[in-house]
């Protein structure tokens, strides 16, 4: 390797280093706000509680549509 191409290398590598210091940061910054919203740890039980809200929705969603159909049904609407 010539030393221009080493020196090439060297900039890309620590061009690399500073992606990764950002990038590790931007996840720790996620991370904290993730446990502070949601009280959850990891991404999984991030991952479990989303499933959780996301049945507690549809449960609500059909009983609302229930409801509605009942009460169109009791007042002819």
Do not use: F, H, P
Not at 15 to 26: C, D
């Amino acid at each position: 390797m010539t030393e221009k191409e080493l020196l090439d290398l060297k900039e890309r590598v620590d061009q690399a280093k500073i992606s990764v210091a950002e990038l590790t940061g931007q996840l720790n910054a996620l991370m904290k706000q993730l446990k502070g919203d949601w009280a959850c740890s990891t991404v999984e039980e991030a991952e479990k509680k989303l499933k959780k809200l996301e049945q507690t929705i549809a449960d609500l969603d059909k009983k609302i549509k229930d409801n509605s159909e009942d009460l169109k049904e009791k007042y002819n609407l």
